[in-house]
């Protein structure tokens, strides 16, 4: 059964991203004769030239993080498999992938601007104001989360520290090999992805020790100070000296967590322990708006068009 669910979502993805992908391309009227901003207004600051392959690494990486993961486990508990299956074919296609593509694009026509100062531009001046109220928000929340999640798994296993903590010396070298010696980005991955594995190895060889800043604070605390100040250090600098280089390398975590879970599906014997149907009216409250709200990255997450 799991590998019937498996076939019928990749021929929904495959068919959405050939079919309404370019029916949705053609109505954008996409010419890739057109320079984007990043090459007519080129500074290697804010505007890079990028290789095709970081930035779709860049941006699956960005959006495929806990909450694509968290929210389908829940909303299937709650509401049995059918109900989030079919919310995440559809909404993926229909609702989730052209908002984002949309927001993409409108970035591109407006020299690269964020989502906010589209806004700015088309909406009342106190429209604008309650979407940066908004964005403020939404980022303090997700920044919170995650950094939560962080926190105590570095408490609870240090050597994911010592993990984490060498994948990010690695990406700024690796940026810093591409963008300032012109090495290939294939050539570099050569080198860099493998190094990246093999990272994972040695931090369970050598976890960091917790941190307490001089018995000030408990070590989730410390951890949650230090990533704090990373957050604000690699949201400051150019992109291409961690963030891109950071979320192409972890792709690569990606594109193998996915592999091992097709094969799972396929050669692992594994069976549906789940009904098709819970409820239409779980405890947590009505299917209609709790299954949504629940299963929002990649169906429709507004998020996305911030991270686009």
Not at 92 to 112: E, K, P, T, Y
Request: glycine letters at 10%; one cysteine or more; proline letters at 6%.
């Amino acid at each position: 059964m799991l590998a019937v669910l498996l076939a019928v979502a990749l021929v929904v993805f495959g068919l959405g991203y050939l079919g309404y992908g370019r029916f949705v391309s053609r109505r954008f009227e996409l010419d890739d004769s057109r320079p984007t901003p990043a090459h007519t207004r080129c500074d290697m600051s804010d505007y890079v030239p990028t290789h095709p392959g970081v930035l779709f690494g860049h941006h699956f990486s960005s959006i495929a993080g806990a909450a694509p993961i968290v929210g389908p486990i829940m909303a299937v508990s709650l509401f049995g498999w059918f109900p989030a299956l079919l919310w995440i074919l559809l909404g993926s296609v229909f609702i989730g992938g052209v908002h984002d593509f949309g927001s993409l694009i409108a970035s591109v026509r407006h020299q690269g601007r964020s989502i906010a100062e589209i806004v700015r531009i088309y909406l009342s001046r106190g429209s604008y104001r309650l979407f940066l109220v908004f964005i403020w928000l939404a980022m303090v929340y997700v920044l919170t989360v995650f950094m939560d999640l962080t926190a105590v798994t570095f408490v609870e296993d240090g050597g994911v520290a010592s993990s984490s903590l060498l994948f990010i010396l690695l990406a700024v070298s690796l940026g810093i090999t591409v963008y300032r010696f012109g090495v290939s980005i294939r050539s570099a991955s050569l080198v860099f992805v493998p190094l990246m594995f093999l990272s994972i190895w040695i931090g369970q060889m050598l976890p960091l020790p917790q941190p307490t800043l001089f018995g000030l604070l408990e070590p989730k605390q410390a951890w949650a100070a230090g990533l704090t100040i990373y957050c604000f250090l690699a949201a400051s600098i150019p992109v291409w000296v961690v963030l891109q280089p950071r979320d192409y390398l972890s792709s690569y975590l990606l594109y193998t967590s996915v592999g091992g879970a097709v094969l799972g599906i396929l050669l692992g014997g594994f069976s549906l322990q789940y009904p098709a149907v819970v409820t239409f009216k779980a405890s947590a409250g009505p299917i209609f708006p709790i299954l949504f709200v629940m299963i929002a990255c990649g169906a429709c997450s507004g998020f996305h068009s911030i991270v686009a």
